[in-house]
């Protein structure tokens, strides 16, 4: 039976550390806590095999991404597996991962520069009074939940922290549209549900 692991950054992770494993990508939203805590608690063993100088560049990256901090070479992986662009994140968690002291090829560096800017530009255009209506609830239909993630960490930057739905088009593993609620504080949602059209 294959394993379901989230595109997200523990999903990612998963498959770096376990790249012989049985799974199939599924949305973020789409495992149970119990399921996602069983995945945190399975990477935290696999990291804790690798060697020592590995174990810390990976646990210090996690952290980063955990905090939304670290430079642009830190934040790459997360939006690359947002995008569903496994093979890219992979290769950039080799690299980063796995050898002391590395730096992307030109190449590769323009490629991953390229997809944070877009990914920075599209979120940033996101943040606009007219699609709050009432207030609170945010209408973004047209709009891949590829970029809801980054849009709740700028919504409770720049605008508020109170409790919130979103609607979203549709994801890369998931037709349709979503109605994602964010609890007060919160930027992780508390419930992601299909909308149903009536």
Not at 32 to 57: G, M, V, Y
Not at 128 to 134: A, D, E, G
Not at 156 to 172: A, D, F, N, P
Request: some cysteine; overall charge positive.
């Amino acid at each position: 039976m294959r394993t379901k692991i989230p595109l997200d950054v523990e999903g990612l992770i998963h498959r770096f550390l376990n790249p012989d494993c049985q799974c199939v990508w599924v949305t973020p939203w789409s495992i149970t806590n119990s399921q996602r805590n069983n995945l945190l608690e399975q990477n935290r063993e696999l990291i804790n095999r690798l060697p020592h100088a590995q174990k810390k560049r990976l646990q210090k990256l996690r952290k980063q991404l955990r905090c939304h901090a670290g430079n642009w070479k830190s934040k790459l992986p997360e939006v690359a597996i947002r995008h569903g662009k496994y093979q890219f994140a992979i290769a950039w968690l080799n690299g980063m991962i796995l050898r002391a002291n590395w730096k992307p090829t030109e190449k590769l560096e323009a490629r991953a520069r390229l997809l944070l800017s877009h990914d920075r530009a599209m979120v940033k255009r996101l943040i606009l009074k007219s699609r709050q209506w009432p207030k609170n609830i945010w209408h973004l239909h047209d709009v891949s939940a590829t970029y809801i993630p980054p849009f709740i960490f700028q919504l409770r930057k720049k605008i508020t922290r109170e409790q919130v739905q979103i609607t979203s088009g549709s994801h890369l593993l998931a037709d349709g549209y979503w109605c994602w609620i964010i609890a007060k504080n919160s930027t992780h949602p508390i419930s992601v549900q299909p909308v149903i059209e009536g």
